[in-house]
């Protein structure tokens, strides 16, 4: 059963990161409850051109170099880490694959838009798949600290920021 869950994964274009074992990849979820449809927050995250709006505690912007069939390559200007070189992948279940590529780390998050009740409101779920690289291997016996720091990552630099700007998205024009 998971050899055929690792092929489907491998026909799809992307190799699934180990959860165990040397090398593992590190995973933590975090959601939010917004009280804005689920299609407006996923319009806000691909506003590729509002990113620095969208997220300012984390960068500065972003603007899209390609293009393809469900792709999007972006660099991203992080306040941090400098330039940073992004993928998204459209999901057939409408949810939003991000893919980044950081000198300490490469991650996947995968965005997830779920609608709850009549549709007026809605849960952002994100994944986050995160794999330590070079010297920072080392800190993978500290799994439980990077993944509550992780969590409070994502929730305070993707998740608060995206639903502030998709409530305003939809606020009336003063």
Known sequence: MAENG?????????????????????EV??????????????AVLLDIESWGRTFPA??????????????????????????VRNRLTLEADGGVRVE?????????????????????ASRCRVTCRLRLKGPYRVLRPLRRAIER???????????????????RSGAPEP
């Not at 000198?103 to 007026?120: C, I, K, Q, W």
């Open 100 to 120: 980044e590529w950081k000198r300490h780390y490469d991650a996947v998050f995968l965005h997830e838009f779920l609608p709850l009740g009549n549709g007026s």
């Open 29 to 42: 979820r975090a959601g939010l409850d917004l009280s804005v449809p689920a299609d407006r927050v996923r």
């Open 149 to 167: 720091h992780a969590r409070r990552q994502i929730e305070e630099l993707i998740l608060h920021p995206l639903r502030a700007a998709a409530e």
């Open 58 to 83: 984390s960068l500065r912007g972003a603007r899209v170099v390609a293009a393809g069939a469900g792709t999007v390559d972006v660099v991203v200007d992080h306040r941090t880490e400098g330039t």
């Open 6 to 26: 690792a092929r489907a994964a491998a026909v799809r274009g992307h190799r699934r990161p180990r959860t165990a074992g040397p090398g593992a990849a590190i």
